[in-house]
């Protein structure tokens, strides 16, 4: 499969590297200047490309950028991409990071709001796990407790090809409904970084609760730019976990 990637920070560079030992082709772009770009390819096994050639004759299209930065994006990037390429949304929403997003801050779902931006249907994926987890927490399949990623989308199909990759990537997945339902796995809820098997995230994906979610959002990361030392990523998950006592972890 052809994969071109938009993103080759801690979660898009992760997802390349992942699909390259998978034995997929893989292009990769950024915001940055050519050269490094190139260097950062060939870290990851991939091909550097610039941002309107990445998306074109591509099987799948990972956005992997913060949400601020997709209405940078050219209106017309995926203009004359066939209509069966399949578009994945890695992003989470952080206002201190992407500043005031009327419509999300007023209750649009993230995904929903990026698939508006591109004009273009979207898979909500990889993105209720910490760059860590993607990094080291991946197991052959069949692993008792392997952790597991929720998948939302309108297209059956996208979501059980983005699904197999999910697999190849070292995780289980749990369909998570339609786009509008992805606010489940955003951050706030109990899917968000809890590091759950499929069993648990099924629950999970159950228990939150939407109107609640950004302020649990919000007081989490001002907890964190609180500390004076750097959590480490047991504790982001354990911490995480806590904030929920339904979450099936805490039982």
């Known amino acids: 499969m052809k994969i071109g990637i938009i993103g080759t920070g801690a979660i898009g560079g992760t997802i390349a590297q992942k699909m390259v030992a998978a034995g997929h082709q893989v292009l990769v772009s950024n915001s940055g200047e050519f050269d490094k770009l190139e260097k950062r390819a060939k870290e990851l096994g991939a091909l550097p490309s610039t941002v309107g050639d990445v998306v074109k004759g591509v099987d ?47 209750g649009k779902v993230e995904s929903v709001w990026v698939s508006e931006q591109i004009g273009r249907p979207v898979i909500k994926a990889f993105n209720n796990l910490l760059a860590q987890t ?3 927490g991946g ?16 297209d059956p199909r996208a979501k059980e090809i983005i699904s197999g990759l999910i697999d190849e990537a070292g995780f289980d997945v749990v369909d998570a409904g339609n786009l509008e339902s992805s606010w489940r796995q955003q951050p706030g809820t109990p899917a968000y ?18 109107e609640v979610a950004p302020q649990i959002r919000d007081s989490v990361i001002k907890l964190f730019s609180e500390r004076t030392t750097q959590p480490s990523h047991e504790e982001i998950v354990e911490f995480n976990r806590s904030l929920f006592p339904k979450n099936p972890k805490m039982e």
């Open 134 to 136: 993607l990094v080291s």
């Open 193 to 210: 970084c809890t590091e759950l098997n499929v069993t648990e995230l099924k629950q999970a994906l159950k228990d939150g609760i939407r």
């Open 139 to 154: 197991k052959p399949q069949g692993t008792p407790g392997r952790i597991a990623i929720a998948v939302s989308g309108d």
């Open 60 to 106: 799948v299209v990972i956005l992997s950028v913060p949400t601020i930065a997709i209405p940078s994006l050219s209106k017309s990037l995926f203009d004359e991409i066939a209509k069966e390429t399949i578009v994945v949304d890695t992003s989470n929403y952080y206002p201190f990071r992407d500043a005031d997003i009327e419509e999300i801050k007023n």
